[in-house]
C-alpha cells in the first residue's frame, strides 16, 4: 500500500512563490533603475570592461571641464586683449596728431588714459585668479598703482618679472599655454608710456602749450616704439585666438569620445524597458498565481478527504 503525504505540496507552492517574487522584485529594480544590476557581479564577464569603460568616462570629464573652465579664461582674455590694443591705437593717432599740431595739450591725459586700460586689462581677475599673472597668478602682474609710480620706478618694479605660463591638460598626452605674460604683452608699451611719463614730469616737461623740440622728437620716436608695442599686444592676441581653436578642437574630440564612451556603458548596463514592462508584467501574474495556489494548498489536509 502507496502512503499518502500532503507535506510536499505546499513547500514546491512555496518555492515557486518564492521564485515569483524573487523575479517580481528583480523586474521592479530594473524598471526603476534601469540597469540591469545593482553591482559589478551582476555583470559578470562585462565587469571588468565596464570599470574601464567608466574610469575612461571619469577622465573624459575631467578634460572637458578643463576645456570648458580654459574656453572662459580664452575668450576674457581676448577681449582684454583687445581693449588694450584698441587704447595703444588711440595714443597713436593722439600723439601723431598733437605731432602735427605742434602741441602739448593733453598729453598727458592721453598717457593717464592708456597706463589706466593696460593695468586694468593686464589686471584682470578671474575666480581669484589673475588671467595674466601666469603661474604667479595669487597677484597682480601690474604693480603701478599709478602713471607717476610708472615714471619714478623702473619697469621691472611696475610689471611682475619671472612668470611663466601657465600650463594645463585638455586631453591625454596633451597641454596648453593657459595664458598669457603680462610682462610679454604690455613690456614694450607700458616702456613707451614711461619714457614719455618721466619727461613730462621731468625737467623736459610738462606737455603743455606748444610742444618744445625735445618733447617733438621724444613723441616722435615713441609713435615708432607704440606701433612696435601695438604689435606685440595684436601678436598676444592671435596667439589667444590660436589656443582657442586648440580648446575647441580638444573639446570635441573629448565630447565625442564622451558619447562613445556612454553608448558603450549603455550596451552593457541599461536596459530595455519595453522587455523590462514585459517581465514586470509576466513576473506580477506569475506571482498573484503563485501566491493564489500556495494559499489554497496551505489550507488543505488530507483529514478532510479521510472524514
Known amino acids: 500500500m502507496n502512503r499518502i503525504s500532503s507535506a510536499m505540496i505546499p513547500a514546491a507552492s512555496l518555492s515557486d512563490l518564492s521564485r515569483a517574487q524573487r523575479s517580481l522584485v528583480e523586474a521592479a529594480r530594473q524598471s526603476s533603475a534601469q540597469t540591469k544590476a545593482n553591482d559589478l557581479k551582476g555583470y559578470g564577464r562585462e565587469a571588468q570592461t565596464l570599470v574601464s569603460a567608466q ?22 582674455q581676448d577681449v582684454a586683449l583687445d581693449r588694450a590694443s584698441e587704447v595703444i591705437a588711440s595714443l597713436k593717432t593722439d600723439l601723431f596728431q598733437n605731432v602735427g599740431l605742434e602741441s602739448g595739450e593733453g598729453v598727458r591725459a592721453q598717457l593717464e588714459e592708456a597706463f589706466a586700460v593696460l593695468k586694468d586689462t593686464m589686471n584682470t581677475n578671474l575666480g581669484g585668479r589673475y588671467l595674466f599673472g601666469g ?14 609710480d610708472l615714471a619714478a620706478d623702473p619697469l621691472t618694479a611696475s610689471i611682475e618679472q619671472g612668470a611663466a605660463s601657465q600650463v594645463m591638460r585638455i586631453e591625454e598626452g596633451r597641454t596648453v599655454a593657459a595664458g598669457l605674460v603680462a610682462d610679454d604683452v604690455v613690456s614694450l608699451a607700458m616702456a613707451s608710456i614711461k619714457r614719455l611719463a618721466e619727461l613730462d614730469e621731468g625737467a623736459g616737461g610738462p606737455f ?8 617733438k622728437t621724444a613723441i616722435e620716436d615713441e609713435l615708432g616704439a607704440l606701433s612696435d608695442a601695438f604689435d606685440a599686444i595684436i601678436m598676444a592676441q592671435a596667439q ?27 550596451e552593457i548596463v541599461d536596459v530595455d524597458l519595453a522587455e523590462v514592462a514585459v517581465r514586470l508584467n509576466q513576473a506580477k501574474f506569475s506571482y498573484e498565481a503563485s501566491a493564489g495556489v500556495f494559499n489554497t494548498l496551505r489550507s488543505l489536509s488530507l483529514l478532510e478527504f479521510l472524514r
Open 240 to 266: 589667444n585666438g590660436r589656443m582657442q581653436e586648440e580648446v575647441d578642437a580638444a573639446s570635441d574630440r573629448q565630447t565625442a569620445q564622451k558619447q562613445a564612451l556612454n553608448s558603450a556603458i549603455g
Open 208 to 215: 603743455r602749450g606748444d610742444l618744445t623740440p625735445l618733447q
Open 55 to 76: 574610469r575612461l568616462s571619469a577622465r573624459t570629464d575631467g578634460f572637458l571641464a578643463t576645456a570648458s573652465e580654459l574656453k572662459t579664461r580664452l575668450q576674457v
Open 135 to 148: 603661474v604667479l597668478n595669487d597677484r597682480p602682474p601690474v604693480t603701478a598703482a599709478t602713471l607717476s
